[in-house]
């Protein structure tokens, strides 16, 4: 009652100088980065309020999953995080196998060979999203030219994630107990060997051409002008907001699930964690727009280095699915979180023993960051609204679920 | 105004980087191609080609299946309809035969010699009985214009593709319907066929097949002629 009070006392305080205006922005809107639709209440071209309406996009995620059975849920989450899809499979798989490890009458373990090409494969789908989320970025705020680029180098990732899983967005690749053997790929064969070196190859043109991406737009005045120091987020406010992934990092929180709550075999790896700095000669201060997407840039990097580590190591021989005949987790409920391209994706699954989960719930950052739009935004010029927007990288489709 | 300038001179020298990355992709072959008209999707170097295993339009092979209507169960948004009916006591359409699939596209059929019905690709398998007695009418045609005549032939086993058994048939389909209008394309059903007819078109004609019509994306893959059922009488029963 407090605040709504205080609001109410600050409009009428504001009235004596100008009419507030209500504009609808979307949810039709390119810049929206799917069916957003914001409630703009502009005093001039300053916002004195941004209000996020969403539900466009809803389709009954969590409740479908309570008519399914296990395996038929995971193409559903495809559909959460359309960008990277992978990401969403392996979240969903965790979180049942763990809750089917509960089960201590059956011996179930993950194969080797699956936990490597799981990684593998999620780290290309991680450079993926956010070269398309480099990319609509640069065109939300005027530069076309990267966006072409961007979607240059992804067709190459989707094509080597259509060879392995036959398919080019909603993969359905990552199962519960392994990774799908739809295109077999024997261990140690020739297709092995021709699709190792094709991600190689991948690489080696992927690495430098970041750089050429931090020439074009990371460095351009223009866009440094339009992002730097531009709805500063501090690492409390991000906390409270329950911001993580790339949001929380570019607030110059240090947190990273893959490295400090390690889950499937990312303890192996080498790779850093990349936080956002001050930048005074710049401009740029920690926690503004430029700071998230400056995060994104450099984890790109640091995803090529873990895919290079697989790489060197090769993958190991066995079988890619656990022996599972049927999914039927024991009555428990779980709750298991990774770091997916947006930040921390967790499940939360109730099982009461049946082929068929009792509720399932996900956990979108996507959501959490774009709560902490209202609060960014105000007292904003209306061109900062998409800057922000492009820099928390929300996708609708994990928003709404 | 000496700031002014500095940031005039920062933004025209920022935005030449970025042209300079630009100017280079002028000489370098074109990304992009002009997709419904060229079509050539092995022939230009910058085309992709579709790969083996492509999630496409999906396939159903009627002289294969079963009806045991995994697909159907496994499907998440039920695309998938089947009706049958069980044949009466004693009456078969069939006697149990493998159906060989050769990697050039010939189907042969007939049985497999051998105890051991465990089968080994490695080996040569002779086949016995090829015939053109039994089996359903559509792969009989398809054997003759192929000019298998002979009814015992000896086969590598690196020509073979696939084996499927055939056991005699004591379920027959009266409709297998798929809507590809809901269809989600995650691949499970081709997953847990059992003997493989179920499959998802790889190719150009498994992605383009859009239709004008919503209903005519329903794709009826029963064969009622396949139980030697005559034709008047199927259209009888239709009507």
């Known amino acids: ?401 | 105004m000496d700031r002014y300038i500095r940031n005039i001179y920062k933004g025209v020298y920022t935005v030449l980087v970025g042209m300079r990355i630009t100017i280079r992709q002028f000489f370098e072959p074109n990304v992009t191609h002009q997709y419904p008209y060229e079509h050539d999707f092995e022939k230009k170097r910058n085309v992709r080609e579709i790969p083996k295993g492509y999630r496409g339009q999906l396939y159903n092979r009627i002289e294969d299946c079963i009806g045991c209507k995994k697909c159907e169960l496994i499907c998440p948004v039920d695309c998938i309809t089947i009706t049958g009916d069980k044949l009466p006591k004693g009456e078969q359409l069939w006697d149990s035969m493998n159906v060989i699939h050769l990697k050039d596209g010939r189907e042969i059929i007939g049985l497999i010699e051998g105890e051991d019905k465990k089968l080994n690709l490695d080996e040569e398998m002779t086949v016995t009985n090829i015939t053109s007695r039994q089996g359903p009418q559509e792969v009989v045609d398809r054997l003759e214009q192929s000019g298998d005549e002979s009814r015992t032939q000896t086969i590598s086993g690196s020509e073979v593709s696939r084996v499927v058994t055939r056991n005699p048939v004591v379920f027959y389909l009266d409709q297998f319907d798929i809507d590809m209008s809901l269809c989600m394309y995650c691949g499970l059903c081709t997953e847990v066929c059992p003997t493989e007819c179920l499959t998802m078109i790889d190719t150009l004609e498994g992605i383009e097949y859009s239709k004008f019509d919503r209903t005519d994306l329903i794709f009826n893959f029963d064969k009622q002629e396949m139980y030697g059922k005559d034709e008047a009488e199927t259209e009888e029963a239709a009507d």
């Open chain 1, 1 to 401: 009652m407090e605040s709504t009070q205080q609001t109410e006392s600050k409009i009428i305080e504001l009235k004596p100088f100008t009419d507030e205006m209500v504009v609808n922005m979307g949810p039709q809107h390119p810049s929206t980065h799917g069916v957003l639709r914001l409630e703009l209440r502009l005093d001039g071209e300053i916002v004195r309020e941004a209000i996020p309406h969403i539900g466009y996009l809803h389709r009954c995620f969590e409740k479908h999953s309570e008519n399914l059975s296990y395996p038929q849920i995971i193409p559903f989450t495809d559909r959460m995080d359309y960008v990277a899809a992978m990401n969403q499979n392996w979240g969903f798989c965790l979180a049942v196998e763990k809750l089917l490890e509960m089960d201590e009458t059956k011996d179930f373990a993950v194969p080797e060979r699956a936990e490597y090409l799981r990684v593998l494969i999620c780290e290309l789908n991680r450079i993926a999203s956010h070269l398309l989320s480099f990319g609509t970025y640069g065109m939300d705020i005027g530069a076309f030219t990267p966006f072409l680029y961007a979607f240059r180098d992804r067709e190459r990732l989707l094509l080597l994630f259509e060879k392995i899983c036959g398919a080019r967005l909603t993969y359905n690749y990552i199962r519960i107990g392994g990774v799908s053997e739809i295109i077999p790929m024997e261990p140690g064969s020739i297709d092995e060997q021709n699709y190792l070196d094709e991600i190689e190859s991948f690489l080696d043109y992927f690495e430098p051409k970041i750089d050429e991406y931090n020439d074009l737009l990371t460095s351009n005045s223009i866009f440094s002008e339009r992002t730097m120091g531009v709805a500063v987020m501090p690492a409390e406010m991000a906390i409270s907001y329950g911001a993580t992934g790339p949001n929380l990092r570019g607030s110059g929180v240090d947190w990273d699930l893959r490295r400090d709550e390690p889950y499937s075999i990312y303890d192996r790896f080498d790779f850093d964690v990349p936080v956002a700095k001050d930048i005074p000669e710049l401009g740029a201060v920690l926690g503004d727009c430029w700071s998230r997407y400056k995060v994104r840039m450099d984890e790109m990097k640091e995803s090529v280095k873990i895919v290079r580590q697989i790489l060197a190591e090769g993958l190991p021989d066995g079988p890619v699915m656990a022996d599972l005949k049927a999914v039927r987790p024991p009555k428990g409920e779980i709750y298991y979180r990774s770091e997916a391209p947006r930040g921390e994706l967790g499940f939360y699954i109730v099982s009461d023993g049946t082929p068929k989960p009792v509720r399932v719930k996900g956990r979108s950052p996507c959501f959490s960051a774009l709560s902490a739009l209202q609060e960014l935004s105000r007292g904003l010029m209306v061109a900062d609204i998409i800057a922000i927007i492009g820099s928390i990288d929300i996708v609708m489709g994990e928003v709404d679920r």
